[in-house]
T-cell receptor, first 113, second 118 residues
Framework: DAKTTQPPSMDCAEGRAANLPCNHS???????VYWYRQIHSQGPQYIIH???NNETNEMASLIITEDRKSSTLILPHATLRDTAVYYC??????????????FGTGTRLQVTL | NAGVTQTPKFQVLKTGQSMTLQCAQD?????MYWYRQDPGMGLRLIYY???????DKGEVPNGYNVSRLNKREFSLRLESAAPSQTSVYFC?????????????????FGPGTRLTVL
């Protein structure tokens, strides 16, 4: 699986959009970009994933560049409850059998008043 | 649905003691996983079970054994605990069935077991 690079920390004001970048310059054509977050030592929570098109769900939007070498997770209106460590993970496929995830150290997002 | 449940929530062991961490899921997922997370680090995969009856090693399997008891339950055993196994242990499952009938493999995690080995 391709490696990812994320900034160690970011700040965001409550109510503003939080834009979390991820570089995955060695991504292969069949690898998806997944985002998870971990709030204060709880179990990680799945947020969103995508292959090459932009994706949106009730939690966030995922923007993947045309060359797929980087992506941005967007939390449109960050709240204090979005303070967490965000992990960008690249892996082959999105369906089928077991999916082994390789977690890095992620980006610690601090949302402030 | 309770999702993924883990017991116990906290445990303190002495070096050399054994214990089993329990995990259960009620989402009819095929695959289950055990991870450990050390302070300030990301999660590392210990073992996983792609389907009932199968188990495979992950990144850090030494010192652990697993049992996929049935589709719902996946246990992790420490036969002789060591201080290096002090960590937070997370269980996860995957295999959500989408509206298209395909099995999607985003993982759902339990709340974790905080283990201290003295």
């Amino acid at each position: 699986d391709a490696k990812t690079t994320q900034p160690p920390s970011m700040d965001c004001a409550e109510g503003r959009a939080a834009n979390l970048p991820c570089n995955h310059s060695t991504i292969s054509g069949n690898e998806y970009v997944y985002w998870y977050r971990q709030i204060h030592s709880q179990g990680p929570q799945y947020i969103i994933h995508g292959l090459k098109n932009n994706e949106t769900n009730e939690m966030a939007s995922l923007i993947i560049t045309e060359d797929r070498k980087s992506s941005t997770l967007i939390l449109p209106h960050a709240t204090l409850r979005d303070t967490a460590v965000y992990y960008c993970i690249v892996r082959v496929g999105s369906t089928g059998t077991a999916s082994k995830l390789t977690f890095g150290t992620g980006t610690r997002l601090q949302v402030t008043l | 649905n309770a999702g993924v449940t883990q017991t116990p929530k906290f445990q303190v062991l002495k070096t050399g003691q054994s214990m089993t961490l329990q995990c259960a899921q009620d989402m009819n997922h095929n695959s289950m996983y055990w991870y450990r997370q050390d302070p300030g680090m990301g999660l590392r995969l210990i073992y996983y079970s792609a389907s009932e009856g199968t188990t495979d090693k992950g990144e850090v399997p030494n010192g652990y054994n697993v049992s996929r008891l049935n589709k719902r339950e996946f246990s992790l055993r420490l036969e002789s605990a060591a201080p290096s196994q002090t960590s937070v242990y997370f269980c996860a499952s995957s295999g959500r069935t989408g509206g298209d009938g395909r099995r999607y493999n985003e993982q759902f995690f339990g709340p974790g077991t905080r283990l201290t080995v003295l």
